[in-house]
């Protein structure tokens, strides 16, 4: 449910599509969530799974000469630019397609 705790909020989310056409045909109501404070519960299940996220999570966990160099931080902006490397070749094939 992360993704729907998101929506109505101002920001811009690009779920898979396949995803997104679940969440249109569904009855989760469009409401801005984002300001609910996340369980206390789950908070700790995360940090104590995660190590990472309690670093991400902590104020003081990350300095912000550590981020560049995070292990998250460098997954995510791989993953964003291995996406747009794919839509490239999607559009690519599309307007030249292989002889």
């Not at 908070?43 to 981020?67: C, M, N, Q, W």
């Amino acid at each position: 449910m992360h993704v729907c705790e998101l929506i109505g909020s101002d920001m811009v989310i690009s779920p898979p599509y396949s995803r997104q056409v679940r969440f249109n045909a569904s009855d989760i109501e469009v409401r801005s969530r984002i300001d609910e404070p996340v369980r206390a519960r789950v908070v700790e299940e995360l940090e104590k799974k995660f190590p990472d996220f309690h670093r991400a999570y902590t104020e003081s966990g990350l300095s912000i000469a550590e981020f560049d160099s995070f292990g998250p931080t460098r997954r995510t902006l791989r993953q964003f630019i291995g996406a747009c490397h794919d839509l490239d070749g999607l559009v690519r094939d599309f307007l030249i397609p292989e002889p």
